[in-house]
Structures are given as structure tokens and as C-alpha cells.
């Protein structure tokens, strides 16, 4: 093996905080929204179906303090950083809007075509509330809408504008891929698998376009018609809005 230097270079300073800022976010994240104090404590308080809805709200309020806090305090805290650098701006050019259109038209025909599978009943709405009021439906909105923003933000933001810099595009791209497929190694093959192309394109979106919206708004469709859609062809949910 050909020895290498292992001297310092400031200029590593930026992606090493960042990459180290995401391992000990996503690693808190993961524990604390996964722990069995947290499960018993929704089911002690709120008990039944609705103690596991809280579960999961829960688990997405988790998500928006440790994977969005510690990137937004570092996004503050270095002058090399910057929120318009890790794609929060305005959406000035048609491309977003195309990648938006483009990606969607290929994940609306794999939703729908996966909601007819009884493991999809089995996993989706991931609240499994029987009957659904227009509290659950609203809470269970807001709260993907913000978790997602956290989530793309922490990944094709803040862990793809770092490492951009030091490594370039493509091997920044092909980082954030890796990761965001082993994230999501625990939720099943097809999961993981489907995450590999869409993490993919939503990264390619987020270089070209200089924001995270595309795919901000490729992630929120996934999520909501991934709920929806079960919910409205599971025959043993209802939605009760009285």
C-alpha cells in the first residue's frame, strides 16, 4: 500500500465537522427515536392505537431536533458555510420544476403498482390507526412536511454542499448515495433498493439546480402517497372527518 500523509489540511476542516456533525446526529437520532422508553411512554400516556401514532410523531419530532439542529448550528457557526451554499434559495430556473415532473412520473406508477401488495398494507400508513380523524391526517401531514425538510436538508443540503468542496461532485454524490442507501437498510430490500436510483436522481436535481427543493418535493410526494394511497385502499381503515 502506498503510504499516505496523515498531516492536517484546513481545508478538511468544514466537511470533517460536517461528516462528524451527521454521525453523532443521525446516531442519536436513531437511538433515542427507536428506544423503548420512548414506545412506553407514548403507550403509557396515550395508550392503544393512538399511543402508537404518538410513537410516531414522536419519532419524527426526534428527527427534527437531531438530524436538523446540530447542521443548522454548524450552518451559522462557520463562515465557509452558508444556508444559500447547502440550497435553501429560491427556485429561479425551470429545472426544478423538471426534475419535480421527471422523478414524480416515475415514482407515482411504482407507489401505486406496490400499494396492491399486502406487505405494503402491512407497512404503510406507518401510523396504524383504524380510524382516521382530521387531528390524525393534519398532525401526520405537518409533521412529514417538516421531518422531510429536515431530512433533505441534513442530506442533499448540508452533507452534499460539504463534501462537494474537498471531493468534488461526483464523488460527493456517490457519499451521500452510500449513506442514504445503508440508512435505509433497515427497512427491508425493495426499500433500500428503490432508495439507491432516487437517492441518486434527487442528488443530481440538487447539484443542478443549487437547491434541495426537487428534492424536497420528490421525498414529500413518496411520503405522503406511500401513506395515503394504504390508507385509502386498506379495506380495514377508514377516514372519519366528523
Known amino acids: 500500500m502506498t503510504p499516505f500523509s496523515l498531516s492536517w489540511n484546513a481545508g478538511y476542516r468544514g466537511v470533517v465537522l460536517a461528516l462528524a456533525v451527521f454521525i453523532s446526529g443521525y446516531f442519536l437520532y436513531w437511538f433515542v427515536s ?10 403509557k400516556r396515550y395508550g392503544g392505537e393512538r399511543g402508537q401514532s404518538m410513537y410516531i410523531l414522536f419519532q419524527r419530532a426526534v428527527g427534527i431536533v437531531f438530524l436538523g439542529l446540530p447542521a443548522v448550528v454548524l450552518t ?14 429560491t427556485i429561479d430556473s425551470p429545472a426544478a420544476v423538471f426534475w419535480i415532473l421527471g422523478t ?3 415514482v407515482v406508477p411504482l407507489v401505486l403498482s406496490f400499494s396492491r401488495r399486502q406487505s405494503f398494507f402491512e407497512t404503510y ?12 391526517i393534519l398532525a401526520n401531514t405537518v409533521s412529514w412536511c417538516i421531518y422531510i425538510l429536515v431530512y433533505e436538508y441534513l442530506f442533499r443540503g448540508f452533507l452534499l454542499g460539504a463534501c462537494i468542496g474537498p471531493f468534488g461532485v461526483w464523488p460527493a454524490i456517490l ?14 430490500f425493495f ?33 405522503l402517497m406511500n401513506d395515503y394511497v394504504a390508507l385509502a385502499a386498506n379495506p380495514l381503515m377508514r377516514v372519519d372527518l366528523r
Do not use: D
Open 34 to 43: 427507536n428506544s423503548a422508553r420512548l414506545r412506553r411512554f407514548s403507550e
Open 76 to 89: 451559522i457557526a462557520l463562515p465557509e458555510f452558508g444556508f444559500k451554499t447547502f440550497g435553501i434559495t
Open 104 to 106: 414524480g412520473a416515475v
Open 125 to 136: 400508513p406507518l401510523i396504524r390507526e383504524k380510524s382516521w380523524n382530521g387531528f390524525l
Open 175 to 188: 457519499v451521500n448515495v452510500a449513506v442514504y442507501v445503508c440508512v435505509h437498510i433497515p427497512y427491508g
Open 191 to 223: 426499500v433500500t433498493l428503490g432508495s439507491l436510483p432516487l437517492g441518486l436522481a434527487m442528488c443530481m436535481a440538487t447539484v443542478q439546480t443549487g437547491s434541495i427543493w426537487s428534492a424536497y418535493a420528490v421525498h414529500l410526494l413518496v411520503a
